[in-house]
């Protein structure tokens, strides 16, 4: 299953790996895959120092850098305070309530106020952060992909990464979103279904992916949303996607960002309760079904605020979850495959279950196929 | 691919068609899969007639019934007229109200009454129905397949089978319904994905089938929900489904039920404009989104009404809008691979298309496969 894209990436398996978490890119890219960093909300010298921490543990083998470039994303550009001005007073008050009712202690004025502006300050994409984190990310030799989260890919973006002989990415949710991109001049389309954690539209990866391969006309395509299992990818290959790229699954690795706490909540859960709200980022997106979701959601709740007043506003919430250490008021961004995941694992152990799955799938494959 | 449950029911292609319409289920059985007709609002008469027409013209081969056996689906039973009176008044003043600002002519007090009952007579389920629809079934001998729709499959129903030789099926949207459906004994299980047309779960086909292939333990499980190209059933046998079950995709026919007014709007639908409502029946389905279930859902309108009153409101919904020639105020039960569906066409036809599409699925993948 090296497919062209795997050759072209100079990758062992097209098996592609979203994290926020720099330990499991490196893991990812070690074990024959290609991690990719997901970095939006990174200063660029946090960025940096990531690149360089992953760079030391893959020895010269390639990975990716995720971000979110401004254009069809941001008109405007407010400072962290004028973000956080922005917030209506009836939303503080609908989440203070809600968390005094939970019985979780609050902050100081001050300290809620210091967490929001900084909260603000990393949510907030301008410009010139993005273009920073960019070159940030160009500077370092050994990535060797760079995708766009949301939006059409600038021009500016594809010029500066071919420059340096970097592929560039993006993530469709559409068929229609596929063909912008490919006009774009993009590398490589990702093309997620609605079953994905994260931010999400609402066609299903059985449907999309075949019409995303069709209407990229030639650029490779990864198969993104509901990815778990070894068959899973043999699926993929059968519908014409060239890899699969995975985010959720790594969330049950030692090597993710979450606590024991938070992974034993993603165990113990079901594909039902990864339920799609727009409470996490204002936009729509699957994560997590908690008390936390299911209040926002209730009669009498507000609407969401937009991206990204409603991240910089669950900033507050999250910070006094953590402190009183009650994720019922807390949720993370996981799609439908949580109902496969059981146990605590690690990157590599995955990897090697997915590869032994691929190849049982693909023998009773074949034993069926010889039927005709 | 003749996987084993083809080899049980005696077919050539394991490609399982669910339809409202006699037409259809014929000529799927014809090319060599097995139609299935959708019969649960049918008077035992009237499936009686239907089987038999459908008999005549498969000459022998093996064909099924799909119906809902009550149970877990039905705790009460109503007359006609009880259902009629227990739909609220303003429930019928939304509605009406809503047909006559789009500018559709009224039924008669009289018209609409008797429609509404006749309508009512129809949806409303009974265990006596239920059980002369299955007499009437089982007495025909070339029905090789009865399917349950909704809930665990009563043991009366799969005895009945079993004693005549017909095997039973059911269709599932989690594991845990695949694991109770396998106690109750069924011979063969369909997994129907969120993606899917009609009464919908929310887990996505690319996660739920292998979860259901799982939790079936050995019994013979069907894809369903996302399904239109070739390449789905390649990705179907790779995910360990022993076959694939299609709905819609039969709609843009000419041996569908639709007329062709309504079939152009399948045809200029994206796969986005399949929209999951409780519009239709009360139960979560999926649909075509149009202005008369983009009204139920805007601020201010009712809750749908639980099933079965939701379909005999509609029932005079639908009539005005039949009559005036307004698509605008219906709907029709539609997955998301209308978003593949853009002319009209014919069963056989699509069944080639289908395997043409597979042989070159299968070849690609052999290519891609053997780069290892």
Redesign the interface.
Known sequence: ???PIAQTLDIELPIFAFSHCRDVVAAVTNAGGLGVLGAAWMTPDELDMSIEWIEKEVDGKPFGVDLVFPGTAMEEEKSPQEYLDSIPADYMSFVTRLLDEGGLSDLSPQDRDAYMVENARKMAMTNKKSQDQLDVTLARSSVGLVVGALGVTPGWVVEKAHAQGVQVGALVG???HAARQREAGVDLIVAQ???AGGSV????????W??VVEAAAGVPVLAA?????G??L??A????CQGVWIGSLWLGTVESELSDEMRDRLFAA???DA?VARVMTGKQGRMLNTKYVEAWQSQGAPEPLDWPMQSILNGYSYKRAERARNLDYWTYAV???V??MKGQTTVRREIERMLIEYSD??E??SN??E??
């Open positions: 299953m090296r497919t559409t068929a229609k279904g609605t079953e539209g609402s066609v299903a990866s059985m449907v999309l075949p019409q949303g509901g990815i778990s299992r068959s899973h043999l699926a290959l059968s519908l014409g079901e594909s039902e339920t799609g439908q495959v109902g496969d799938a693909l009773s494959l069926v196929t039927l005709e």
